[in-house]
């Protein structure tokens, strides 16, 4: 069990807004540590999506956005493609580690 | 743009070891620590630990010590993941990535491809 909980899955139509929220505590997010988000495609490894709460490393289409507040932080994907279609993992600092969500699984209908 | 090359999957038996390597490429290797991920089949990614290239102190997450070994071999520029006494749970895919920023935003942008290790009589 994670200390940053995700839902487990989020799914939406092509073209669509979809948000996967990262909820944690005041000893990560909300003590200030930032988030990161990791795509995952199937079969192949993470990949750095958006680091610092809200930046997007080059390449990564300007669909993707990153934010946080509080205790919590939420990715959105706007125009929502088929290839989006991934496990989606937040990342941030908590007791002396660096802590992984849940994972949640992103299906294009 | 900086590449991680890991080594090909394992088929082990209960109780042997396994080394899984790490060969980095187009960076000063000794610049970034490097980080260790598991991934069980089926479940999410779990930091296990990591290991600083210029002093080469590691640090081991919770759950992963005793039994896991993170080395370096700076020469040619590759980390090592070395776990011992293997148990069926230990079957996974294990990641090196390498480390960026600052304790209150450290992040993973570069990862290998993964190496398999599985653990089976």
């Known amino acids: 069990q994670s200390v940053l909980t995700q839902p487990p899955s989020v799914s939406g139509a092509p073209g669509q807004r979809v948000t996967i929220s990262c909820t944690g505590s005041s000893s990560n997010i909300g003590a200030g540590y930032d988030v990161h988000w990791y795509q995952q495609l199937p079969g192949t490894a993470p990949k750095l999506l958006i680091y610092g709460n809200s930046n997007r490393p080059s390449g990564v289409p300007d669909r993707f956005s990153g934010s946080k507040s509080g205790t919590s932080a939420s990715l959105a994907i706007t125009g929502l493609q088929a290839e989006d279609e991934a496990d989606y993992y937040c990342?941030?600092?908590?007791?002396?580690?660096?802590?992984f969500g849940g994972g949640t699984k992103l299906t294009v209908l | 743009q900086a590449h991680l090359v890991q080594s090909g999957s394992e088929l082990k038996k209960p109780g042997a070891s396994v080394k899984v390597s790490c060969k980095a490429s187009g960076y000063t290797f000794t610049s970034y620590a490097m980080n260790w991920v598991r991934q069980a089949p089926g479940q999410g990614l779990e930091w296990m630990g990591w290991?600083?290239?210029?002093?080469?102190?590691?640090t081991y997450a919770q759950g992963f010590t005793g039994r896991f070994v993170f080395s370096l071999d700076t020469s040619v520029s590759t980390a090592y993941l070395q776990i011992s006494s293997l148990k069926a749970e230990d079957t996974a895919v294990y990641y090196c990535?390498?480390?960026?920023?600052?304790?209150?935003?450290?992040?993973?942008?570069?990862w290998g491809q993964g190496t398999l290790v599985t653990v089976s009589s």
């Open positions: 990342q941030s600092y908590d007791s002396s580690s660096w802590v």
């Open positions: 990535a390498r480390g960026e920023g600052h304790s209150g935003s450290y992040y993973h942008r570069y």
């Open positions: 290991i600083n290239t210029n002093t080469r102190n590691p």
